[in-house]
């Protein structure tokens, strides 16, 4: 059972935007002050690419190079509702791809999706011409 639920996604048109969330799957999932929270993303026939990701203490922020200055990952830290955002602006059809959220508890390694633990289902997102 996923331990991450995301939710948004869908059909955008190029230049257009998306937003895509990303929440505990129940109130027994807790996120950590030194935890990390990344979007990592799988389009069909390619392997699994990371895309941002958030520390969770001090907000520290990463992006691979294609999505910088269009993706914005923000992350809401409170009671029973912490949630993670990856605002997608000036899409692309090479965009497209199911995108997951994860936890890796060792936010040194943020960019390595191996170190991420826990994972959600996936949201699809499709661009359009």
């Known amino acids: 059972q996923a331990r991450l639920v995301e939710s948004g996604g869908g059909l955008g048109q190029t230049g257009g935007s998306l937003t895509v969330a990303c929440t505990p799957s129940g109130p027994s999932f807790v996120i950590y002050a030194n935890d990390v929270m990344g979007w990592f993303r799988q389009a069909p026939g390619k392997e699994r690419e990371f895309v941002a990701a958030v520390t969770w203490r001090n907000n520290k922020k990463y992006y691979s190079e294609s999505v910088k200055g269009r993706f914005t990952i923000r992350r809401v830290a409170a009671e029973n509702a912490d949630a993670v955002y990856l605002q997608m602006n000036d899409l692309k059809p090479e965009d497209t791809g199911v995108y997951y959220c994860?936890?890796?508890?060792?936010?040194?390694?943020?960019?390595?999706?191996?170190?991420?633990?826990?994972w959600g289902q996936g949201t699809q997102v499709t661009v359009y011409s």
């Open positions: 994860a936890r890796n508890s060792d936010s040194h390694t943020w960019y390595d999706g191996s170190k991420y633990a826990d």
